[in-house]
């Protein structure tokens, strides 16, 4: 194998292992000696700059020390289950006798012979002066067995995070940077390939090497195409959209142009850019009617700003607009917003005491400078020339953003981005008018016009949006324009209120040379004594680290990684120079306010894992200690929101504010608790420190944490000073993986769908559903057209190609589908449809318009189904033969379904970053000789299996177990240098050593399997651990139970389409061949996302 890149003298448990591996030692088995060795793991670690704690722990093993903070909960319920049947048993160590009566109640079938002896073996690997010929293994040698690393380093988060693979490919970079400039040149990457390979490599390897890597094709490769190119992290793209926002709808397979539109409305009503507390604020005069009244005026001085663009926008929108309707009721309303009225709409008017004189010919803009003037004069001054930049600054950016979109750009603009929305921003604003200034209908007929009259305008536009929002990508721009848009609002009201209670300079501007900053006060000891029961082996992310004391604190009490985020870059130069910084823990400048992508963006810097962490959750506990006192209310949510997503399930979030009710500026004490609501105030923190914050009531911090989905656990109020009192709280994710509303398959566990025995004895009845004909019409007429037109699969979404009635049938018929495959039996396999109506008379029953054609109308009810996932191995994957075997041994990363030899009972994807709701197959050309499919209930199994097998045991199916790593593509083995350097096997051990989870997981009702053997067993090979004796056996009694539950054992049928929930069916297939003269066999696989469409779908009824 090649040299794995491992510096002894860098770690001193890899000496330590050295000088021990010199001393004479007693007598040994002759087995056990064949096993010793120096664990390649901790020699990676030693590679990658980190303690090899691990390996320590392994030689405490040896010596019989092993304690209970060396083995995770699994493994210590499993070493008390063994103990009890010994008891059982009447036995206090299991002997072969044992073994045997355990394998017999169990109904161990297969062959027995040497079974006994490899779990001794298995002992003898943990722990090398263990004496096999004793022929017993005592309580003490399990836990020897759990703390070895077949066991141990799946679970060990240095592993299981991507900490030291990160660290890893992180340090084979800097070793190859011999000139230490951050990139490297032709010469570093062929030292590199000749340290990594273990061999002299070619010219043209390294040519093509360079080539691969030098992504951006400067001449150099940098760290992030080297990382990313190592890792091939399968990392689930990041929404644009909001949380609460399904993105269902942009799909126009599952919801019409009119539904998009009328979903989008209900998110702006409901959104803060329509209901900030600012408004409301405003609306009731609560901050007193003579400062109202100012603040009004300087909130109407700087919207004037930039809503003098509207005319203009208005008539940008005509020359784009082709419909002549259209132009018509849009030319309408221009008119109307020049000041040119229908005689019903000034009657109107005059009813509600406003006269005709006063608007009829003059443009709205011209009303709204006469309103603000009429302001200026009451109040007796003007801020129009004193506003600050900053306040409209995101609005004028959102709007030049969205105007680069062109007509779909500015649809959102007029439509959802004000005539929408602006009747209830304007009610809030007349409303506070009358209160604190008491104007007239006649003085306020801005804000009549545009509340009361201007109905139409919003239903103009409408309808012009209705027609605009064919396709998913026409409809992804309006929501992210309107979301854009309406965040720019959010941060309008933010400013007003910031300039509105602007004090001329900072009262506290801590810099990182003054150690005295808000998280370094006495304020620690209490989130440390919150954090006590969750800080051993936890991964920790500090918000508003500051200088990182707090972290440093964590670490020296148990935790295995911190990372901080502050937005000084001179604290965060002081964290990272700090005399006792650990290798673990890590400092970066970000935002908190957008602190999910600041991680995203610093993964390099970090050495967080791209991937599951980012939507299963990355930290243990989250710490903040002041920070949400220098944040608006807006930036509070976001990061609270960000925070919960970070966590993993069951995670904890404690921080520490100034207490809200006694806030010297603006707690209850100053009558102006709800008022003051965002606004800067000077706070004492102590006697020395002072700063400017942010005003909020406890009810915003309670609402940011239950709106974001945590429990609230505690709440504390603590003197931190003598004159100081602080609010800390202490909050939980919950422990379930939930559904949320933008579901991805990761972030949510499936419903447990277990079969009856009347639906396994009758599988016909219970799992084929006919394709109605009305359906099939749809479908051939389709394809046939999309195929003639030159329209591929892959053009389909983007296009808009078909008509907006189109599938009504096949969309009522694809709810029923989905509500089968996640609610109901996981399984349908649709028959009926007819390839041959795509082929002419004298056309091969494979030709490529019978192929394109099938694949077109295939991809069409996929899509209605589910959303069809792409990728991994593009939207489509043909499923053929392609003459490589999968279970050579020789041949590395090939997948069985380009293989024709049988692929055992799986699901599918080994990646641990991604998952599938549901996986679906089309027969093109059935088998001639073999390839029978074959379906079966994994949750059923699991039940049995449950039963059947005593918990130490049925440990090894919930324990994290590696899986071998199949690269992106065809699945065709390593045909390219780039996929040799990313399989190089010190890469590969810390790759499949991260690529380890379980194969059930198990949840209230809920469950997730996932399992291929082979992958399984290869990945030990890989890694060069003996595949668990117990794990064999509990994979043995799985596939038994797997196959005994078998009810659908046939060949598929030409055009047969089989469609598995991908987390509780399994399904597997005979070996077949492929016959001389006759079409091959050929299957068609798409993977479906189908549990936001779900929740869509359940949101309407």
């Known amino acids: 194998m090649p040299p794995i890149l491992y510096d002894k003298t860098t770690d001193r448990a890899a000496s330590a292992a050295q000088e021990h591996e010199q001393k004479p030692e007693p007598a040994q088995p002759p087995a056990a000696k064949t096993l010793r060795r120096r664990s390649e793991f901790a020699g990676l670690l030693a590679q990658s700059g980190l303690r090899a704690s691990l390996y320590l722990e392994r030689k405490?093993?040896?010596?019989?020390?092993?304690?209970?903070?060396?083995?995770?909960?699994?493994?210590?319920?499993?070493?008390?289950?063994?103990?009890?049947?010994?008891?059982?048993?009447?036995?206090?160590?299991?002997?072969?006798?044992?073994?045997?009566?355990?394998?017999?109640?169990?109904?161990?079938?297969?062959?027995?012979?040497?079974?006994?002896?490899?779990?001794?073996?298995?002992?003898?690997?943990?722990?090398?002066?263990?004496?096999v010929t004793s022929r017993t293994i005592s309580v003490d040698n399990m836990r020897q067995m759990y703390a070895s690393e077949p066991y141990r380093i799946p679970e060990q988060a240095v592993f299981n995070n991507g900490e030291a693979l990160m660290s890893f490919v992180e340090a084979l970079f800097r070793t190859a940077d011999v000139t230490g400039d951050n990139v490297l040149d032709y010469d570093e990457v062929k030292q590199m390939l000749r340290k990594l390979l273990g061999s002299e490599p070619t010219q043209e390897v390294i040519d093509e090497a360079f080539k691969a890597l030098d992504v951006d094709g400067d001449g150099q490769v940098n760290f992030e195409e080297f990382k990313s190119f190592m890792l091939k992290a399968n990392v689930n793209d990041v929404s644009d959209l909001s949380s609460d926002f399904n993105e269902a709808i942009l799909s126009p397979s599952h919801s019409s142009d009119l539904k998009f539109v009328t979903e989008l409305e209900k998110y702006c009503k409901a959104h803060r850019g329509v209901n900030h507390h600012l408004l409301q604020n405003l609306a009731t005069a609560a901050f007193g009617k003579k400062e109202t009244a100012d603040l009004l005026l300087r909130f109407l001085s700087a919207y004037s700003k930039f809503n003098s663009n509207f005319i203009s926008n208005i008539n940008a929108l005509l020359e784009m607009l082709d419909d002549l309707h259209h132009i018509e009721v849009l030319s309408e309303n221009l008119e109307e917003e020049m000041g040119h009225y229908d005689e019903e709409t000034l009657v109107e008017g005059e009813k509600m005491g406003i006269k005709r004189e006063s608007i009829e010919g003059i443009p709205h803009r011209q009303l709204f400078i006469e309103l603000v003037e009429l302001l200026e004069t009451k109040l007796a001054r003007s801020y129009l020339k004193f506003i600050p930049d900053y306040i409209c600054e995101k609005l004028t950016h959102a709007i030049e953003e969205s105007m680069k979109h062109g007509k779909l750009g500015l649809l959102a603009i007029l439509y959802f981005g004000s005539e929408l929305i602006v009747p209830q921003i304007y009610s809030y604003i007349l409303d506070g008018l009358r209160l604190s200034m008491?104007?007239?209908?006649?003085?306020?007929?801005?804000?009549?016009?545009?509340?009361?009259?201007?109905?139409d305008h919003a239903d103009s536009l409408r309808e012009i949006i209705i027609a605009n929002c064919r396709t998913k990508a026409e409809r992804l721009v309006l929501v992210k324009c309107t979301r854009?848009?309406?965040?720019?609002?959010?941060?309008?009201?933010?400013?007003?209120?910031?300039?509105?209670?602007?004090?001329?300079?900072?009262?506290?501007?801590?810099?990182?040379?003054?150690?005295?900053?808000?998280?370094?006060?006495?304020?620690?000891?209490?989130?440390?004594?919150?954090?006590?029961?969750?800080?051993?082996?936890?991964?920790?992310?500090?918000?508003?680290?500051?200088?990182?004391?707090?972290?440093?604190?964590?670490?020296?009490?148990?935790?295995?990684?911190?990372?901080?985020?502050?937005?000084?870059?001179?604290?965060?130069?002081?964290?990272?120079?700090?005399?006792?910084?650990?290798?673990?823990?890590?400092?970066?400048?970000?935002?908190?306010?957008?602190?999910?992508?600041?991680?995203?963006?610093?993964?390099?810097?970090?050495?967080?894992?791209?991937?599951?962490?980012?939507?299963?959750?990355?930290f243990d506990i989250t710490v903040a200690s002041f920070l949400f006192n220098c944040m608006s209310i807006t930036e509070m949510n976001q990061c609270v929101g960000d925070i919960h997503s970070l966590l993993k399930p069951g995670g904890h979030f404690i921080f520490i504010v100034p207490h809200p009710a006694f806030n010297s500026g603006c707690g209850i004490e100053s009558r102006k608790y709800f008022a003051d609501r965002d606004r800067l105030s000077e706070q004492q923190i102590n006697d020395e420190l002072k700063t400017n914050t942010y005003c909020k009531t406890l009810q915003d911090y309670t609402d940011a944490a239950i709106t974001s989905g945590f429990e609230i656990v505690q709440l504390e109020e603590v003197r931190t000073t003598p004159t100081a009192t602080s609010l800390i709280v202490k909050l939980r994710k919950s422990g379930e993986i939930a559904s949320r509303n933008n579901a991805n398959a990761l972030n949510?566990?499936?419903?447990?769908?277990?079969?009856?025995?009347?639906?396994?004895?009758?599988?016909?009845?219970?799992?084929?559903?006919?394709?109605?004909?009305?359906?099939?019409?749809?479908?051939?007429?389709?394809?046939?057209?999309?195929?003639?037109?030159?329209?591929?699969?892959?053009?389909?979404?983007?296009?808009?190609?078909?008509?907006?009635?189109?599938?009504?049938?096949?969309?009522?018929?694809?709810?029923?589908?989905?509500?089968?495959?996640?609610?109901?039996?996981?399984?349908?396999?649709?028959?009926?449809?007819?390839?041959?109506?795509?082929?002419?008379?004298?056309?091969?029953?494979?030709?490529?318009?019978?192929?394109?054609?099938?694949?077109?109308?295939?991809?069409?009810?996929?899509?209605?189904?589910?959303?069809?996932?792409?990728?991994?191995?593009?939207?489509?994957?043909?499923?053929?033969?392609?003459?490589?075997?999968?279970?050579?041994?020789?041949?590395?990363?090939?997948?069985f379904s380009v293989s024709d030899c049988e692929a055992s009972w799986h699901t599918d994807g080994a990646s641990k970053d991604k998952v599938y709701d549901c996986v679906g197959l089309l027969c093109i050309n059935p088998s001639r000789v073999g390839g029978k499919s074959k379906i079966t209930n994994s949750c059923n199994a699991f039940d049995q299996v449950e039963n059947i097998l005593p918990k130490f045991i049925m440990h090894e199916l919930t324990r994290p177990i590696p899986r071998d790593i199949l690269e992106n593509g065809k699945g065709r083995g390593n045909d390219n240098i780039g996929t040799q350097l990313s399989r190089a096997d010190s890469i590969m051990h810390l790759r499949?050593?991260?690529?380890?989870?379980?194969?059930?997981?198990?949840?209230?009702?809920?469950?997730?399997?996932?399992?291929?053997?082979?992958?399984?067993?290869?990945?030990?090979q890989k890694v060069h651990w003996r595949l668990p004796t117990m794990l064999r056996i509990a994979m043995d009694v799985l596939d038994d139970t797997l196959t005994e539950g078998c009810c659908f054992h046939e060949r598929l049928e030409r055009g047969d389409i089989l469609i598995c929930n991908n987390s509780c069916v399994a399904h597997g297939r005979d070996a077949f061949q492929d016959v001389p003269g006759q079409p091959s066999r050929h299957l068609v696989r798409a993977w479906m996302q189908c549990h936001g469409v779900d929740l869509y779908e359940a949101s309407k009824r």
């Not at 709810?815 to 109506?837: A, F, M, P, Q, Y």
């Open 60 to 131: 405490n093993s040896i010596n019989g020390n092993v304690s209970k903070s060396n083995m995770s909960e699994g493994a210590i319920a499993a070493i008390d289950d063994l103990t009890l049947q010994l008891k059982f048993w009447g036995k206090s160590s299991l002997d072969e006798e044992a073994f045997n009566l355990l394998l017999d109640d169990i109904g161990y079938s297969r062959d027995r012979d040497g079974l006994f002896d490899d779990l001794l073996e298995d002992i003898g690997y943990a722990n090398p002066f263990f004496d």
């Open 438 to 455: 008491g104007l007239t209908n006649e003085e306020a007929n801005f804000f009549i016009l545009h509340i009361d009259m201007d109905k």
């Open 484 to 618: 854009l848009l309406l965040e720019a609002r959010v941060s309008f009201y933010d400013s007003v209120l910031k300039y509105g209670s602007e004090m001329s300079e900072p009262v506290f501007d801590v810099h990182a040379t003054d150690q005295r900053c808000f998280s370094d006060i006495a304020s620690r000891s209490n989130i440390l004594h919150m954090c006590r029961d969750h800080i051993k082996g936890a991964t920790v992310l500090d918000v508003g680290c500051g200088t990182g004391h707090l972290s440093r604190e964590l670490l020296n009490r148990g935790a295995t990684k911190t990372v901080g985020v502050d937005i000084s870059s001179d604290m965060i130069e002081a964290a990272n120079v700090h005399p006792g910084k650990n290798r673990t823990e890590y400092y970066v400048v970000g935002d908190a306010a957008q602190l999910k992508l600041e991680l995203l963006n610093t993964t390099n810097q970090t050495n967080l894992m791209p991937g599951a962490g980012f939507d299963m959750g990355v």
């Open 748 to 895: 949510m566990l499936p419903k447990k769908l277990t079969w009856s025995k009347a639906a396994m004895k009758h599988p016909h009845n219970a799992f084929i559903v006919n394709i109605p004909v009305e359906v099939k019409e749809e479908l051939y007429e389709a394809a046939m057209s999309a195929y003639e037109d030159g329209v591929s699969v892959d053009e389909l979404d983007a296009a808009g190609y078909f008509p907006v009635d189109s599938f009504a049938a096949l969309k009522s018929f694809s709810v029923s589908v989905r509500n089968s495959l996640l609610h109901e039996t996981g399984l349908v396999l649709l028959k009926g449809l007819d390839l041959d109506t795509f082929s002419a008379m004298d056309e091969l029953a494979d030709s490529d318009q019978v192929v394109a054609c099938s694949k077109l109308a295939y991809y069409i009810i996929c899509s209605h189904i589910g959303t069809v996932d792409g990728s991994v191995r593009g939207k489509l994957f043909d499923v053929k033969n392609n003459h490589i075997n999968a279970m050579d041994g020789k041949n590395d990363n090939v997948l």
């Open 992 to 1020: 499949i050593s991260y690529n380890s989870y379980p194969v059930y997981v198990t949840q209230k009702g809920r469950m997730r399997f996932r399992y291929m053997r082979h992958w399984i067993e290869t990945a030990h």
